[in-house]
């Protein structure tokens, strides 16, 4: 049980879900910022994307935010679960692009800390073919990624108790993104 009364069953609304419920004036805002970083324009793919949330969300161990995103980066990739768990498990050699590894590399940095981002960092992703827009939103979704792990963590929220209910979860994400969760 969450360490506030959400006001909501969790065993229904859990993780995030039921904080953003809970005070609806920040969790649109909140969803609409996930809305843009995940599922906008832009020239990394959803589920390259969603795959930066849910490394960030791995490293800093947060069971809701991880089992979510990486669901949702399963059902948006080709390579599906699979991949997902090869880059959790060993970024290095996880088949992928080396653009996105160096990507990777940036978020992981960032959720140690921002000023672990170093020159050569952002060099080498440039060298991979990184954009500017691809840096920053690599910045922007691992630094966003570690507030919504503190959040989910710090409220004492619980992650789901049906691992199928990511599975449908992400169904939900990928048909009709995320301006619909609450």
């Not at 948006?76 to 959790?88: K, S």
């Not at 939103?137 to 919504?148: E, G, P, Q, R, S």
């Amino acid at each position: 049980m969450a360490h506030i009364d959400l006001g909501v069953d969790e065993a229904e609304f859990p993780g995030i879900r039921g904080p953003l419920r809970f005070r609806r004036e920040t969790g649109q805002p909140l969803l609409e910022l996930v809305e843009v970083l995940l599922r906008g324009p832009h020239p990394l793919t959803p589920g390259e994307r969603e795959l930066i949330a849910a490394y960030v969300s791995g490293r800093n161990e947060c069971t809701y935010c991880c089992s979510a995103h990486s669901a949702y980066a399963a059902a948006q990739l080709d390579e599906g679960m699979t991949l997902v768990d090869q880059v959790r498990a060993d970024l290095d050699n996880a088949p992928i692009s080396a653009k996105l590894r160096a990507l990777l590399h940036i978020a992981g940095a960032v959720q140690v800390s921002g000023r672990e981002v170093t020159p050569e960092l952002v060099a080498t992703a440039r060298a991979e073919g990184a954009t500017d827009l691809e840096i920053h939103d690599t910045v922007l979704i691992a630094a966003a990624f570690c507030m919504f792990n503190r959040y989910v963590d710090g409220l004492g929220t619980q992650p789901a108790g049906d691992p199928g209910w990511y599975a449908q979860a992400s169904e939900r994400i990928v048909n009709t993104g995320y301006r619909q969760v609450v």
